[in-house]
């Protein structure tokens, strides 16, 4: 199983970016799909994740409202949409497939990953 993201990249603070996933070697369909993010010397967060079942999402508190996950099951592609982008939000992204999507705290919002792909990083800066 390969995941492989992309689109990261330097923004200024109000900014925006794109991320994508390319999910190889499953079927996306079959599995619930999130990203997760890790800022130097930080915990790692699962911020968002797109249920399987249902198409439901969950967002962590600090991206709800501003960053949008999608997932295209036809190309195998999920998608995070970040928009007001803070300085806090500076971090190694990365794509996962989780078990399934529920709030474990503010921060986490998947289980532990089956699958984790190469992360790619968003640098928010002026």
């Known amino acids: 199983v390969q995941l492989q993201a992309s689109g990261g990249g330097l923004v200024q603070p109000g900014g925006s970016l794109r991320l994508a996933c390319t999910v190889s070697g499953i079927t996306l369909d079959d599995y619930a799909i999130g990203w997760i993010r890790q800022a130097p010397g930080k915990e790692r967060e699962g911020i968002s994740c797109?249920?399987?079942?249902?198409?439901?999402?969950l967002y962590a508190e600090s991206v709800k409202g501003r960053f949008t996950i999608s997932r295209d099951n036809s190309k195998n592609t999920v998608y995070l949409q970040m928009n007001s982008l803070k300085y806090e939000d500076t971090a190694a992204y990365y794509c996962a497939v989780p078990p399934g999507c529920w709030r474990i705290s503010a921060d986490q919002v998947m289980g532990v990953p089956l699958y984790r792909g190469q992360g790619t990083l968003v640098t928010v800066s002026s």
């Open positions: 797109a249920s399987r079942r249902d198409g439901s999402v």
